[in-house]
């Protein structure tokens, strides 16, 4: 993000909604490439998913009647991925606000942990991967993390895999950190869809023309038909991407589609 905003770098991908809205406040210079479409091939459905996570043998602590809530969130050991995460912190801690209207929060009352806070302990697990291990080690009673960032990780092995109520379980040839917690289980108690991250760039530092050329060649077909970009699961290939149809590929995309993001509460 500060390496996008202050020219570093040309060109900065996998910083999510948030960390593109950070950069552009930061230097108006920065714009949008293109973002991931959803399986429409269009921005309708250009979704992934931000999870408030629970081991599965504690689920039924966060469960209202039949459903799950996060209603007993409060008082537990919460971990966030970074300040910088749309999904594991900017999602997570408006959610938290808005639930939690009548304690009049602000995301720094979330920061920090302590007998006098909303939480007991807050840690940031630096990555997905991390934040959801601190859940499976035990260090955190409740991690916040999306869903495609574990995909290689884990399986679904009980419900839709977006909804609250889904469990995963670690897969058995699951690499670091999570070759310690092979098989070990964690319930989804709340899910919320999130857009998907963009590919920016820094217009101070690339030309429009290199910028139409990038666009040209990164929405056309021949990217989204590339299996090093775009893999499909059962092709045994290893890519960017997973390919979940035929029409999925990269899509141009306007600043004000991520102002829902913007204007969350911060």
């Not at 459905?45 to 931000?50: I, K, N, P, R, V």
């Not at 910028?211 to 299996?227: C, K, M």
Request: aromatic share 10%.
């Amino acid at each position: 993000i500060e390496s996008l905003s202050n020219g570093t770098a040309q060109i900065g991908c996998c910083m999510g909604a948030e960390g593109y809205c950070q950069a552009k406040t930061a230097n108006d210079a920065v714009n949008l490439l293109f973002v991931q479409s959803g399986e429409s091939g269009t921005l309708d459905d250009a979704l992934y998913y931000s999870f408030f996570a629970v081991k599965s043998e504690n689920a039924d602590e966060y469960k209202n009647g039949d459903s799950y809530s996060i209603d007993n969130i409060k008082g537990k050991k919460m971990s966030f991925v970074s300040n910088s995460s749309t999904s594991g912190f900017k999602v997570p801690t408006n959610t938290i606000i808005s639930h939690f209207a009548d304690d009049n929060l602000i995301v720094d009352d979330l920061l920090e942990g302590g007998s006098d806070a909303f939480f007991s302990e807050v840690l940031f697990g630096g990555s997905h991967q991390g934040s959801a291990f601190n859940l499976l080690s035990g260090k955190s009673d409740v991690s916040a993390f999306c869903d495609i960032e574990l995909a290689p990780y884990v399986t679904c092995t009980d419900g839709t895999g977006k909804d609250a109520g889904s469990v995963y379980t670690v897969n058995d040839d699951a690499s670091a950190p999570f070759d310690t917690v092979h098989g070990a289980q964690y319930t989804v108690i709340q899910s919320t869809p999130v857009l998907n991250g963009p590919f920016a760039y820094n217009g101070d530092t690339l030309s429009p023309e290199d910028v139409e050329a990038i666009q040209d060649l990164f929405t056309s077909d021949e990217v989204a038909n590339d299996s090093l970009i775009f893999y499909s699961a059962d092709s045994g290939e290893q890519g960017l991407l997973e390919k979940k149809s035929d029409q999925m590929g990269f899509v141009t995309v306007e600043d004000s589609w991520y102002d829902p993001i913007r204007n969350m509460q911060s």
